[in-house]
């Protein structure tokens, strides 16, 4: 059973950083490409950032370049977004995707982050 977790959302004022997390389980981690989207009330879901199975290579929405960094740790099979210098329309829920080695994707729950003053 394939399983995907976020975490680490939260309220943070403008400038403010967070770390999302995501832990998985049910397929090959270190094989998957990894993927974090984000989604607010009414809009489309929209690609933030990617790692691609090989972990060297990553890819970023250019509204979060140079702000938003991921990463991935195939020994805990978790995927992470580490978000900097957060603005309000960053504001959405977050959502964590998994697309493995046959080309199934796979998504979590979602974590909520919320940048206000």
């Known amino acids: 059973q394939v399983q995907l977790v976020e975490s680490g959302g939260g309220l943070v004022q403008p400038g403010g950083s967070l770390r999302l997390s995501c832990i998985t389980s049910?397929?090959?981690?270190?094989?998957?490409?990894m993927s974090w989207y984000r989604q607010t009330p009414g809009q489309e879901r929209d690609f933030v950032a990617s790692?691609?199975?090989?972990?060297?290579?990553?890819n970023y929405a250019d509204a979060v370049k140079g702000r938003f960094t991921i990463s991935r740790d195939n020994a805990k099979n978790t995927v992470y977004l580490q978000m900097n210098d957060l603005q309000p329309a960053d504001s959405a829920a977050y959502y964590c995707?998994?697309?493995?080695?046959?080309?199934?994707?796979?998504w979590g729950q979602g974590t909520q982050v919320t940048v206000s003053s």
């Open positions: 995707n998994a697309q493995d080695e046959s080309d199934l994707a796979y």
């Open positions: 790692s691609f199975s090989a972990g060297a290579s990553t």
């Open positions: 049910g397929f090959t981690f270190s094989r998957a490409a």
